[in-house]
């Protein structure tokens, strides 16, 4: 099935927003083996968004418009589809009802010009939003089924999975279910995870091995589709036995695990408090942490700081304290400590720089350290800094190497 998603907006046109809703979706879709085959962004202007939905209707079997269904002048999707589809706007009363009931419920009177959500092409199939006032739907236009979905990243993303991506799968006649699994690493490139994985994809009939690199995790994804579940986890199985063999220590998470919420629930279970000390990082290691609920009982305290000498100043100690030392002193304020300490190049900010990390983690049974040099300009060498952190606690809380060499890494 050919599919084609059509981006609205003058912001999206004009890089004024970065146009990540296309790309969550054509990931998405790919994740269930649906391939988008033509990408369109068209500002809001009549005439070229409707040139822009007749060329999708002639050429794809179905399209995903994004954009241009809220309540303002220039949102303009619900017009031009029933131009588009030759048929009369008309008033969907069960979701105009809908939206009054949205604003009631938030102690909030609904503006008169929100009623122009409501307002579908005739033969429009509606698309519900739990979350949202825009109403999605869909229509035919030409021989091509258009599927309308807000521009709000959240409200789009349950749309997709909720509501669009069951109806694609129908139409495309693919029978069964699909599964996605998922491995998140860290420390390993796309290149080296792919020779280690080479063969999985014959353990078993039908699985599609992939990746998508976002440094500095990687993520390794199987899909799979089978006609019931037991099926599936048959297939899947040995698999995902390989993958956990090759990748070994480097996977930090799966599925919708994240490295932070499989360190929060290593502390948990061996009922330790944490306390954390970074540099250079602007907080970045403290900020993933704290906001999530489960930190409530764990998290104890953040410094951050510039540099070691600012650190060690905070906590009293010598101005030429050792970052063990940091974590040690700061292991008074909870049960482990986490101290991160990072010394970038000097020089113009290219990717043949780097930075020195040092990690240490200080523990009522002892100190381990950990010290690394990662290539790169300002924002590499922070955002691997962060990550090698909280990957170095993760492994030490499981009883792995915390001085396991990564790809990242110079020596």
């Not at 998140?184 to 699985?207: F, K, P, R, W």
């Not at 540099?279 to 403290?286: H, M, N, S, V, Y």
Request: glycine share 8%.
């Amino acid at each position: 099935m050919r599919i084609e998603i059509l981006c609205t907006g003058d912001e999206v046109l004009t890089g004024k927003i970065v146009n990540s809703n296309f790309s969550w979706m054509s990931q998405r879709l790919e994740d269930v083996g649906l391939s988008v085959i033509w990408g369109t962004t068209t500002g809001d202007n009549r005439e070229d968004l409707l040139a822009a939905f007749r060329l999708a209707a002639a050429r794809a079997d179905a399209v995903i418009v994004n954009g241009g269904l809220g309540p303002t002048v220039d949102d303009l999707s619900q017009e031009v589809a029933a131009q588009a589809a030759g048929v009369e706007l008309v008033l969907h009363q069960e979701w105009l009802d809908k939206m009054r009931d949205f604003f009631t419920r938030r102690a909030r009177q609904m503006p008169e010009n929100n009623i122009k959500q409501a307002m579908l092409p005739a033969t429009a199939e509606m698309l519900d939003n739990p979350i949202g006032t825009a109403c999605g739907f869909a229509v035919d236009i030409g021989p091509a089924r258009f599927f309308f979905t807000p521009g709000v990243p959240r409200e789009m993303k349950r749309m997709l999975d909720e509501q669009i991506i069951p109806r694609l799968l129908a139409k495309s006649g693919r029978p069964g279910i699909i599964r996605l699994k998922r491995f998140h690493s860290y420390g390993i490139g796309e290149s080296h995870a792919d020779a280690l994985l080479t063969g999985v994809e014959d353990l078993a009939e039908g699985v599609k091995l992939g990746f998508r690199a976002h440094y500095p995790q990687l993520e390794t994804k199987l899909t799979i589709r089978a006609e019931d579940e037991a099926s599936i986890q048959a297939r899947l199985a040995p698999v995902e036995a390989a993958i956990r063999q090759r990748l070994g220590n480097f996977i930090l998470a799966e599925d919708d695990q994240t490295l932070e919420s499989v360190v929060l629930a290593a502390l948990n279970a061996k009922g330790h408090t944490l306390a954390i000390a970074e540099t250079f990082t602007g907080g970045q290691i403290a900020g993933r942490l704290a906001p999530l609920p489960a930190a409530r009982d764990i998290f104890r305290r953040a410094l951050v700081a510039p540099d070691g000498p600012a650190l060690a100043a905070a906590l009293g100690l010598a101005h030429n304290a050792s970052t063990a030392e940091i974590a040690e002193q700061l292991r008074h304020s909870a049960g482990i400590a986490l101290a991160v300490n990072i010394a970038l190049d000097e020089g113009t900010d290219r990717i043949d720089l780097g930075g020195a990390i040092n990690i240490a983690i200080a523990t009522p049974y002892g100190t381990v350290t950990r010290y690394a040099r990662i290539l790169g300009g300002r924002d590499w060498v922070r955002l691997g800094a962060a990550e090698m952190a909280l990957d170095c606690l993760r492994r030490h809380l499981q009883g792995l190497p915390v001085d396991e060499r990564i790809d990242f890494e110079k020596t």
